[in-house]
């Protein structure tokens, strides 16, 4: 079974331009979440959807960043324009059901550089 | 703020020592999980402790949540190589959405 799949693994992208991560979960997962971590903090949540449904977007830092998931599979987030303090590892996880016992499958994440 | 603290933050130890990182916190989780991260990969669920003073073990790690669900320990007995690597503990809240401590970064040397 594949696991989480996220590209690209790695984007260096001046300030003002624009970038698009894609991430697809694990087949029949109709959780998808994404994550970051910035230099230095924790990873943070950004948001959750649930199918093709936002959950929760209460993680994301501001309206340069939208988040689709379109037909409830593969996912994308784009950042429109980028900015310095947007560089960090961005994580995509999906799980197979909601509730206590939640258990996420995290993708290998893709490093973003904003120069 | 940070919700989660994680302690300590680095730890080099030798082959065959016991260790224990913490995860505090002064919020209450539903759930709290650990997982172990490689250099270039995502996060690695290890466990998921749900009841207040739950004990779990898995081989030689053992995973503790606190009585009032505010905080958790991880302790390895006899460390390996293998062991090392960033271990993340992350809290709970409405189920799904989940808050991570900073990690710890273990280096087990032969």
């Known amino acids: 079974e594949a696991g989480v799949t996220q590209f690209p693994s790695h984007s260096v992208i001046e300030k003002g331009q624009t970038v698009t991560l894609r991430c697809d979960p694990i087949?029949?997962?109709?959780?998808l979440y994404w994550y970051r971590r910035v230099m230095g903090k924790e990873i943070k949540f950004l948001l959750h959807f649930v199918k093709e449904s936002k959950q929760d977007e209460s993680g994301m830092p501001n309206n340069r960043f939208l988040a689709e998931r379109t037909g409830g599979t593969y996912s994308t987030l784009k950042v429109q324009p980028a900015e310095l303090e947007d560089s960090g590892v961005y994580f995509c996880a999906s799980s197979p059901r909601q509730g206590l016992y939640e258990k996420l499958f995290f993708g290998s994440g893709t490093q973003l550089s904003v120069l | 703020t940070q919700l989660l603290e994680q302690s300590p933050q680095f730890l080099s130890i030798q082959e065959g020592e016991n260790l224990t990182v913490y995860c505090n916190s002064s919020s209450v989780f539903s759930s709290l999980q650990w997982y172990r991260q490689e250099p270039g990969e995502g996060p690695v669920l290890l466990v998921t402790v749900v009841t207040g003073g739950e004990v779990k073990k898995l081989k030689r790690l053992t995973f503790q949540f606190g009585d009032a669900r505010k905080d958790s320990s991880l302790h390895i007995t006899a460390a390996q190589p293998g062991d090392t690597g960033l271990y993340l503990c992350?809290?709970?809240?409405?189920?799904?959405?989940?808050?991570f401590g900073s990690g710890t970064k273990l280096n087990v040397k032969p």
């Open positions: 992350a809290g709970a809240k409405n189920f799904n959405k989940f808050y």
């Open positions: 087949s029949g997962h109709d959780n």
